[in-house]
């Protein structure tokens, strides 16, 4: 939920879940391609990835923000617009979905600590196979697998710092959004 863009709120459930679906199938598939050659593998890895990633992006953006499926398209990508930037929400009518969707994203993101774990896991094991990829595979396999790498890293690298920001934008926006309704900290949210 953290990575999806807010444009992405504007569509309906099925929409989101074609949109992150195709996104993951088309990147994956183009690994299996270059890695292994076979348009066929690529095909496979295309509908199984499109499928099971945009089902499951959709269902836990409705699990993470249930209130959004009560709002407009367009109210659910203003909402998301101001709180990813930290800026106060427009629509005074829509503050307390800015809260709503604040505490969604600080919610998942501490869902998302064990990730961090794994990913720094599979960077160790991706290193390791691109090592041995880089001896005895082909150009392709030696390509894809410094390519996970390169990917990995700038994961482990980019993505706390990113989140760190995005926490932040997302607390100006609810404590904005709080003192439009008065709600200040009746919530309890800090």
Known sequence: MILVPGWMWRLGPVSRAVGAGLAAGVFFGAFVLVESGSWAGAAVVFVVLSLLHGTRVARRMERAWPAARAMSGADRAAVVRATRRGEAVADPRLAPSV????????????????????????????????????????????????????????????????????????????ASARRVTGAGHATGDS
Request: aromatic share 6%; with cysteine.
């Open 99 to 174: 809260v709503e969707y604040a505490r969604a994203l600080r919610r998942t993101a501490e869902e998302d600590r064990l990730r961090r774990r794994v990913v720094l896991l599979v960077t160790v094991l991706a290193v390791a196979l691109a090592v041995y990829d880089t001896v005895t595979g082909s150009t392709g396999e030696t390509i894809a697998s410094w390519l996970v790498v390169v990917l990995l890293l700038a994961d482990l690298m980019w993505w706390p710092r990113c989140r760190a920001r995005l926490l932040a934008g997302a607390d100006r926006a609810a």
